[in-house]
């Protein structure tokens, strides 16, 4: 009897212990399961469609980035709300067509409006994360207002770590005017060497200080925009490279963007880190960028001005080694960020942008967008699946299959005026929900942007002016 219940006690003891165990498991696995991850937004300046090796470049390095590639998703049918600076930054970062709050030209006011910037009423990713414990980090290139209340330390940012303008030197300038002047809060930063690598090293520190918090870090790279400044090391290293200032540019980038990784890496946050990379329009022609086979460039609306490389990476939840070919918007990173992080918002926010973790898990195929619309003043486009609209103001309307024609080569405007007309009346129908846009562009601007979309609506060659002297030019 002795023997016996002694036995029994034992066996209660494991039962009870292993219990306990699994238990322990299970809150475990939900603690790491709930812990919010941390969110990175890459944005890089003016880069080319096929300027990247998980694109396709076969002349420009960038092993880093294309690891960060194969840690997740790559996109071929991803695009920019804008294909100018300012004003898709403003859609990135509201996730809302930035037309829907004016802000639909270039820079953030003109010489009639003086600076008016990100409306004062749009909501940021940053003021989300902001009221749901993130701590917030905008690093970079910021071109939303120069203005006090437009600054990202009074949008959501806890923390600013460089400059307001829309571009500047990569090398320390003196007496820099407010807006070009590297700044941390408000306080002017004296740094030596270059840019790219000052605001990389930043984003490593940053990461370093904040790792046992949930943070969000905006880090927007103006490279590869102009001026063509290079560090002489990697101008050496490519000095026989047909685009030697580009080339050198990218692997700066590259390397950077490495550190930030190897960094994850070390404090193991890797795992449980959203990672978006991202060009905020299409390659530029002063830059020397290649978009491939995409027709167009920076500032038009062929495919070349916005179709963009795309990257999320998250291998906590996401598979790597994908290849994602819906149409896809650069609207949805605000969307998807929330729903990584399991933040509800108000409906009152009413986002267009649409949560991509479903089809990136594989719970949900085909295309995140039906339906995707642009308009800058006089131009204006129209997606419809395979179709793709481009208007112009006094001009009239070009219709593209891309399923057949990805150079958007051959107008079929003429011979398929029902899809024409669908792609027009959803155009228009998007526009009456838009405001008027609270500034505008320089009259020349706009005029050499209409000449631009002219001829290459006609399939005409463009003359413009590159920095080394006026060129023809179609397509490229
Ligand atoms: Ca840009």
Known sequence: MIKYSYLYTIFLVLFISCVKDKQAKKEDNR????????????????????????????????????????????????????????????????????????????????????????????????????????????????????????????????????????????????????????????????????????????????????????????????????????????????KDHPRKELAAMTWSLDQNIGKLHNKLKELDLLDNTLIYFISDNGGAHNNSSNNGELKGWKGNKFEGGHRVPFIVSWPAKIEKNQKFTGLTSSLDIFTTSIAAADIKVSED?????????????????????????????????????????????????????????????????DSDTLTLNNLSKGLSTWESKLIDPLWKEDKDWMNITYHIHKKLMENKPVLYMSPNGVKNHLNK
């Open 31 to 238: 603690s790491t399961k709930q812990k919010p991850p941390n969110v990175i937004v890459v944005v890089v300046d003016d880069a080319g469609y096929l300027d990247f090796g998980f694109m396709g470049s076969k002349d420009l390095d960038t092993p880093h980035i294309d690891q960060l590639a194969k840690d997740g998703v790559y996109f071929t049918d991803a695009h920019v709300s804008a294909t100018v600076c300012a004003p898709s930054r403003a859609g990135l970062i509201t996730g809302k067509y930035q037309q829907r709050f004016g802000f639909e030209a270039n820079h953030t006011g003109d010489k009639h409006t003086g600076d008016i910037g990100l409306s004062d009423d749009a909501t940021t990713l940053a003021d989300v994360f902001k009221e749901n414990n993130y701590n917030t980090v905008a690093i970079g290139k910021w071109h939303l207002g120069e203005t006090k209340t437009d600054q990202p330390k009074q949008r959501g940012f806890k923390d600013f770590y460089g400059f307001l303008s829309g571009g500047r030197s990569y090398f320390p300038i003196k007496n820099p005017p407010a807006t070009h002047a590297l700044q941390h809060n408000g306080k002017r930063v004296i740094f030596d060497g270059y840019l790219t690598d000052v605001l990389g090293d930043y984003a490593v520190d940053y990461v370093q200080k904040n790792k046992d918090n949930p943070f969000f870090m905006y880090l927007a790279y103006n490279a590869v925009h102009t001026p063509m400044h290079a560090k002489e090391e990697d101008l050496i290293k490519y």
């Open 349 to 413: 926010l009413s986002l267009d942008g649409v949560n991509l973790l479903p089809y990136l898990m594989n719970e949900k195929s085909g295309n995140p967008h039906k339906k995707l619309y642009w308009r800058k003043l006089e131009e204006a486009a129209a997606r419809h699946g395979d179709y793709k609209l481009i208007r112009l103001k006094n001009h009239g309307s070009v219709l593209y299959n891309l399923s057949k024609d990805i150079g958007e080569m051959n107008n079929l405007a």
